[in-house]
């Protein structure tokens, strides 16, 4: 399989990034011998300022029709976080000289979205069953995000707690269902979104929840 990477970005990071795909690409933990590889995967690799509204991920929409993948990276995931221990309290600063040493782990992340999606054809997934209500949509990518990480195990970018605790505040999601899909019981793009939407209706349809 050969991997293109277009560089659609002046930063002085981005050749060591795109080397990065590729390794990780290469070396991917989901890739395996139980389904067959495209000959050639284009991957468009964007960097943008911290300013940008623009999150850190992957798009892969276009991939069906165009062979062309989409990596974004929001430069405050790109350096190094330090914190600075100052008089009012900690304060997250970052220095901009070094490469977040976890980037790796947020590359195979990002990169297991794509092969769940638009490799593996036992994950099921279909465009038609992706949530058009943006609650249920983040409640999905939080589960998802929890089979992936379960997965990549030591190579994973947060731990099981990491993201019951962020499901928990910002989507209102119980843990024991990250734990569920960090332990692969949600291994299809069909049972992920159906308890999506489970879960929405539970935490947000019942009245003074």
């Not at 993201?163 to 734990?179: F, G, L, V």
Request: charged share 25%; net charge negative.
């Amino acid at each position: 399989m050969e991997i293109e990477i277009v560089n659609n970005s002046s930063h002085r990071f981005v050749d060591g990034i795109a080397n990065k795909i590729s390794k990780c690409f290469n070396t991917h933990p989901f890739i395996n011998n139980t389904f067959a590889l495209p000959e050639r995967i284009k991957i468009v690799l964007s960097i943008v300022s911290i300013e940008d509204c623009r999150k850190t991920g992957i798009d892969h929409s276009s991939y069906l029709k165009t062979g062309i993948v989409e990596i974004i990276f929001n430069e405050i995931n790109l350096y190094l976080e330090e914190d600075l221990h100052l008089p009012a309290g900690n304060v997250k600063s970052f220095n901009n000289n070094q490469v977040n040493p976890d980037m790796d782990k947020i590359i195979y992340h990002e990169l297991g979205h794509f092969i769940d999606a638009r490799l593996n054809p036992a994950f099921g997934y279909d465009d038609n069953l992706r949530p058009k209500e943006d609650r249920i949509k983040w409640i999905h990518y939080d589960i998802w995000n929890g089979y992936i990480d379960g997965r990549l195990g030591l190579i994973a970018p947060s731990s099981l707690e990491e993201r019951q605790k962020d499901a928990e505040k910002m989507n209102r999601i119980e843990p024991c269902y990250i734990t569920r899909a960090w332990n692969g019981e949600f291994a299809t793009y069909e049972s992920i979104t159906k308890t999506a939407q489970e879960i929405n209706a539970s935490k947000w349809m019942v009245p003074g929840i």
